[in-house]
């Protein structure tokens, strides 16, 4: 069965960073696309970014030239590097991924970023 482990979440102020990381385990076929997307609070899920395996990476206009995903295909992970955080960033994130071969796709159980201002 497919997990999805999500880390480095947490509260910080408006200007600074966090690292999120995605770890998949009981992947049996190699995964396509990974990614990140977040909630705020009364608003619907968005995609942050996403990268495949190749390394071709999509980014919402909101997040482009701060943050920046990156992937490690032998470990199965993802991470987000989030830079010059701001307010609107608060939300909680959560990592997807698709496989090849697969129908449908997998979610983490998400992690809460707060950017204070």
């Known amino acids: 069965q497919v997990q999805l482990v999500e880390s480095g979440g947490g509260l910080v102020q408006a200007g600074g960073s966090l690292r999120l990381s995605c770890a998949a385990s009981?992947?049996?076929?190699?995964?396509?696309?990974m990614g990140w997307y977040r909630q705020a609070p009364g608003s619907q899920r968005e995609l942050v970014a996403t990268?495949?395996?190749?390394?071709?990476?999509n980014y919402a206009d909101s997040v482009k030239g701060r943050f920046v995903i990156s992937r490690d295909n032998a470990k199965n992970t993802v991470f987000l590097q989030m830079n010059n955080l701001k307010p609107e960033d608060t939300a909680v994130y959560y990592c997807?991924?698709?496989?090849?071969?697969?129908?449908?796709?997998?979610w983490g159980q998400g992690t809460q970023v707060t950017v204070s201002s």
């Open positions: 009981g992947v049996v076929f190699s995964i396509n696309r």
């Open positions: 997807n991924i698709d496989l090849f071969g697969i129908r449908g796709d997998y």
């Open positions: 990268i495949t395996r190749g390394g071709t990476t």
